[in-house]
């Protein structure tokens, strides 16, 4: 039985700047579970302004920012449009949001990747 890695690091373009100025570039995105997914849809900033679902989803999946103790909301907020549009693009990657890149997701992750029989187009919940 071979073991698939649930994380992925990366490499923001421009960096989340924190109040004390560090700048924290590096960070790793864990693949996202139905309630990621689902659970936030609930949350009234959601069902305000249904783009803020992009922002929620992003910080339960981002696990690691520098030396950051804690990703929430607040984080991916200040984030600069080419990081959160970079970790979007990631997001779905990873998650197989869109239907390109399969084969390469799988040998990153180490392991094979099957297409869902349910929902031959995935759902695109980061999309703004």
Known sequence: MSVISTEVEFTLPI???DSDGTLHRQGVMRLATAGDEILP???HRVQANPSYLAIIVLSRVVVKLGTLEMINTKVIEEL???DFNALQQLYNRINQVDDAGTAALAEELGGPLGKS???PHPIN???R
């Open 80 to 82: 600069f449009s080419a």
């Open 125 to 127: 919940f980061t999309q």
């Open 117 to 119: 029989e349910v929902w």
């Open 41 to 43: 849809l609930k949350d």
């Open 15 to 17: 960096g989340y700047r």
